[in-house]
Nanobody, 116 residues
Framework: QVQLVESGGEMVQPGGSLRLSCAAS????????MGWYRQAPGAQREFLVY???????YYNEAVKGRFTSSRLSANYTVSLQMNDLRPEDTAVYYC??????????WGQGTQVTVSS
């Protein structure tokens, strides 16, 4: 089992920035990749970025350039730096981890609200 805990979600004004963090615990040796998704009200969960243990990053083109992820493989943390935030970025942001057995784990989510 892998446990994921996100932090950093809050309300921010349009054009602002926010940094989310996620820390993994448990069977972290089994983790192959970590990343971020988000889910807006009434919408499906949306892929944002995945970072593999070899520091290869895969981004959703829709957020590439505004969102940047960093990963510390040594201690199984992943962050998401979000710049130039827009009201449509309002969502619950979820940390995810995939293990070598292709099992996906999810955090509880952290709310990001972009509003003036």
């Amino acid at each position: 089992q892998v446990q994921l805990v996100e932090s950093g979600g809050e309300m921010v004004q349009p054009g602002g920035s926010l940094r989310l963090s996620c820390a993994a615990s448990g069977n972290t040796f089994a983790i192959l990749a970590m990343g971020w998704y988000r889910q807006a009200p009434g919408a499906q969960r949306e892929f944002l970025v995945y970072a593999h243990n070899d520091d290869t990053f895969y981004y959703n083109e829709a957020v590439k350039g505004r969102f940047t992820s960093s990963r510390l493989s040594a201690n199984y943390t992943v962050s998401l730096q979000m710049n130039d935030l827009r009201p449509e970025d309002t969502a619950v942001y979820y940390c995810s981890a995939r293990t070598r057995s292709r099992t996906d784990y999810w955090g509880q989510g952290t709310q990001v609200t972009v509003s003036s």
